[in-house]
C-alpha cells in the first residue's frame, strides 16, 4: 500500500494542474514573484524633460538570470493616461532584451516622448513593468518598474 501513495502522489499533482489551470498558474506566478525574485533595489534618478523627451537612469540588482520578453509603460499626468514606448537613450531604439548575470548590478538610461497633449507645466508619471518567462515558460511574471515623476516647470 504505501508503495502506491510514491505513484498516486504526483498523478495528483499532475491532474489538479490540468484540471484547474488558471489556478496553478497564478500560485506558480505568486510563488516566483514573492520567492524568487528577477530584481531588486530598482532606483530611478537623473530625471530629465526636454519639450519632447522625458529621459532616466534605471540603476538595479538582477537577482536571476532572466531576459525580459516585453516593456509596457504609460504616462499620465492623473487625469489623462496613454500608452508610451520606452526606448534606450543612447541609441534611440525601443529596449531590447539585455543579459545579465544574477548578482549584476545594471544602469540603463532609457526615455519616452512627452505626449502631445503635456505642456512645459504638466506633471507627468510613468509607470512601467517588464514582463519575464516564468519556469519553463509556463506562465509570466510581471515586474514592475519605479514610477519616474517629472514635476514640470513651474
Same mark, same amino acid.
Given at each position: 500500500?504505501?508503495r502506491d501513495v510514491r505513484y498516486v502522489l504526483p498523478a495528483l499533482a499532475v491532474?489538479?494542474? !490540468?484540471?484547474?489551470?488558471?489556478a496553478c498558474r497564478e500560485m506558480g506566478v505568486f510563488i516566483e514573484s514573492r520567492? !524568487?525574485?528577477?530584481?531588486?533595489?530598482?532606483? %530611478?534618478?537623473?530625471?530629465?524633460?526636454?519639450?519632447?523627451?522625458?529621459?532616466? @537612469?534605471?540603476?538595479?540588482?538582477?537577482?536571476?538570470?532572466?531576459?525580459?520578453?516585453?516593456?509596457?509603460?504609460?504616462?499620465?499626468?492623473?487625469?489623462?493616461?496613454?500608452?508610451?514606448?520606452? !526606448?534606450?537613450?543612447?541609441?534611440?531604439?525601443?529596449?531590447?532584451?539585455?543579459?545579465?548575470?544574477?548578482?549584476?548590478? !545594471?544602469?540603463?538610461?532609457v526615455c519616452i516622448e512627452v505626449p502631445p497633449w503635456a505642456t512645459p507645466s504638466?506633471?507627468? %508619471?510613468? @509607470?512601467?513593468?517588464?514582463?519575464?518567462?516564468?519556469?519553463?515558460?509556463?506562465?509570466?511574471?510581471?515586474?514592475?518598474?519605479?514610477?519616474?515623476?517629472?514635476?514640470?516647470?513651474?
Amino acid at each position: 500500500m504505501r508503495r502506491d501513495v510514491r505513484y498516486v502522489l504526483p498523478a495528483l499533482a499532475v491532474a489538479l494542474v !490540468f484540471m484547474f489551470p488558471p489556478a496553478c498558474r497564478e500560485m506558480g506566478v505568486f510563488i516566483e514573484s514573492r520567492y !524568487f525574485p528577477i530584481l531588486a533595489r530598482q532606483v %530611478v534618478g537623473d530625471i530629465e524633460r526636454t519639450a519632447d523627451k522625458l529621459c532616466w @537612469r534605471r540603476d538595479g540588482l538582477k537577482l536571476r538570470s532572466k531576459i525580459a520578453a516585453e516593456w509596457h509603460g504609460v504616462v499620465t499626468d492623473g487625469v489623462t493616461s496613454n500608452p508610451t514606448s520606452i !526606448f534606450d537613450a543612447v541609441s534611440g531604439q525601443p529596449l531590447a532584451p539585455v543579459y545579465n548575470t544574477a548578482g549584476q548590478s !545594471f544602469t540603463r538610461h532609457v526615455c519616452i516622448e512627452v505626449p502631445p497633449w503635456a505642456t512645459p507645466s504638466t506633471r507627468l %508619471v510613468v @509607470r512601467s513593468w517588464a514582463v519575464y518567462p516564468g519556469w519553463y515558460d509556463l506562465w509570466t511574471v510581471t515586474v514592475p518598474n519605479p514610477d519616474v515623476v517629472s514635476e514640470g516647470a513651474p
